[in-house]
T-cell receptor
Framework: GAVVSQHPSRVICKSGTSVKIECRSLDFQATTMFWYRQFPKQSLMLMATSNEGSKATYEQGVEKDKFLINHASLTLSTLTVTSAHPEDSSFYIC?????????????FGPGTRLTVL | GENVEQHPSTLSVQEGDSAVIKCTYSDSASNYFPWYKQELGKRPQLIIDIRSNVGEKKDQRIAVTLNKTAKHFSLHITETQPEDSAVYFCAATIISGGYNKLIFGAGTRLAVHP
């Protein structure tokens, strides 16, 4: 149980284009999902918290107009990188927590490798 | 803001030796402390976690200790094997905006030499 998937696993795009990444909870409903970014040889940095049915909450320094998050259902959150540039190239990972669990364990998706040319 | 510090950044040991990684956190309200192992290009894999009502937890060759007073927690790997080589991250929860969020340490690159 508690499986999280992401699609696509890797994407290469041209500078200036937009890229959408999907995060799905396959066997549970996730009211809250989290989006992280990981640059090479660095740690996971929380970008935003995605809550079903409401606006996402962004961490300080993350541009909400550039990284659009939509959590339209209890099993799907999407991250759209708009007008992507080479500095947006990174490993994007989502996670989700089981509802009604107090222990805060997060289940991670396999990640999406974004390369912007 | 709240942060998690992790040391050392790199650790090299001989197969069979023990490895210890230490983390400190700043938010006294943190109540969940997971440790992750990450291999290149893959998702973080939870290897052990500890909650604030427990001081120590062990799972075979892996153990974690928590000192809430000092706000630090440590990962101990005994009888290391080459397949333990990876990057290890500690994390701690913070409550922000009504959500329990995870803040990660900078990571420790562990190399186990045969």
């Amino acid at each position: 149980g508690a499986v999280v998937s992401q699609h696509p696993s890797r994407v290469i795009c041209k500078s200036g284009t937009s890229v959408k990444i999907e995060c799905r909870s396959l066997d549970f409903q996730a009211t809250t999902m989290f989006w992280y970014r990981q640059f090479p040889k660095q740690s996971l940095m929380l970008m935003a918290t995605s809550n079903e049915g409401s606006k996402a909450t962004y961490e300080q320094g993350v541009e909400k107009d550039k990284f659009l998050i939509n959590h339209a259902s209890l099993t799907l959150s999407t991250l759209t990188v708009t007008s992507a540039h080479p500095e947006d190239s990174s490993f994007y990972i989502c996670s989700a927590s089981l509802p009604d669990r107090w222990d805060n364990e997060q289940f991670f998706g396999p990640g999406t490798r974004l390369t912007v040319l | 803001g709240e942060n998690v510090e992790q040391h050392p950044s790199t650790l090299s040991v001989q197969e069979g030796d023990s490895a210890v990684i230490k983390c400190t956190y700043s938010d006294s309200a943190s109540n969940y402390f997971p440790w992750y192992k990450q291999e290149l290009g893959k998702r973080p894999q939870l290897i052990i976690d500890i909650r604030s009502n427990v001081g120590e937890k062990k799972d075979q060759r892996i153990a974690v200790t928590l000192n809430k007073t000092a706000k630090h927690f440590s990962l101990h790997i005994t009888e290391t094997q080459p397949e333990d080589s990876a990057v290890y991250f500690c994390a701690a929860t913070i409550i922000s905006g009504g959500y329990n969020k995870l803040i990660f340490g900078a990571g420790t690159r562990l190399a186990v030499h045969p």
